[in-house]
């Protein structure tokens, strides 16, 4: 099956500074999605990128489809940023393989 | 914003029990998904569905089962609950299947003693 690894595994900042979160798979994708997961469990949708650049606010998405890798950058950083991004994957048909995510914590 | 509700929010289970997680959804999606979350393991598909009346495998169906009795109801049964069920179980669904966003639920947290 799909696997999904992200880097870094955890990433401290303080605020106003840049995020670079990196996802790699190992087999082709049509589908790349970004997720954010609050402290306490909840998931929110960030971006849907499937290959390109993607901008909203200040996330950027970049998959590389062919090199079977995306990123997310976070650009000047705030408190509220903290918590865990997760990177899923998926190709045709309807299942989506998560990464284990890459917990961000933004300090003062 | 789509709406998904899972209930129980948490739930204490006894070993060799059932366990019946539900999760209702009002946005007239077809798909809907149940994950496990545990640490160091990420989220995994345990089954999804696409239309009611009809569920699929996931990546780790096995002891677990699911039922979609209509659109908007989704439901994860655990027949014999088991100590390596302890997690925390999420439900998303979607509208379509092609870079279509997921709307997860809230969560609910499973301990099985």
């Known amino acids: 099956g799909q696997q999904v690894q992200q880097s870094p595994a955890s990433l401290v900042l303080q605020e106003g500074e840049n995020a670079e979160l990196q996802c790699n798979f190992s087999s082709t994708a049509t589908r790349l999605q970004w997720f954010y997961q609050r402290p306490g469990g909840s998931l929110v949708s960030l971006l849907s990128?499937?290959?390109g650049t993607k901008h909203t606010g200040r996330l950027t998405s970049t998959t590389v489809t062919k090199e079977r890798r995306g990123s997310l950058h976070i650009s000047s950083s705030q408190i509220t940023d903290s918590g865990t991004y997760l990177c899923a994957i998926g190709g045709t048909g309807s299942k989506l393989s998560f990464g284990k995510g890459a917990k961000l914590t933004v300090s003062p | 914003e789509a709406a998904v509700t899972q209930s129980p929010r948490s739930k204490v289970a006894v070993t060799g029990g059932k366990v019946t997680l539900s999760c209702h959804q009002t946005?007239?999606?077809?798909?809907m998904y149940w994950y496990r979350q545990d640490t160091g393991h990420g989220l995994r598909l345990i089954h999804y569905s696409y239309v009611a009346d009809s569920t699929e495998k996931g990546d780790i169906p096995d002891g677990y089962k699911a039922s979609r009795p209509s659109q908007e109801n989704f439901s994860l049964i655990l027949e014999l609950a088991s100590l390596s069920q302890t997690a925390v179980y999420f439900c998303?669904?979607?509208?379509?299947?092609?870079?279509?966003?997921?709307?997860f639920g809230h969560g609910t947290k499973l301990s099985v003693l």
């Open positions: 998303a669904s979607s509208h379509r299947v092609t870079n279509e966003r997921l709307f």
């Open positions: 946005n007239n999606h077809d798909y």
């Open positions: 990128n499937p290959s």
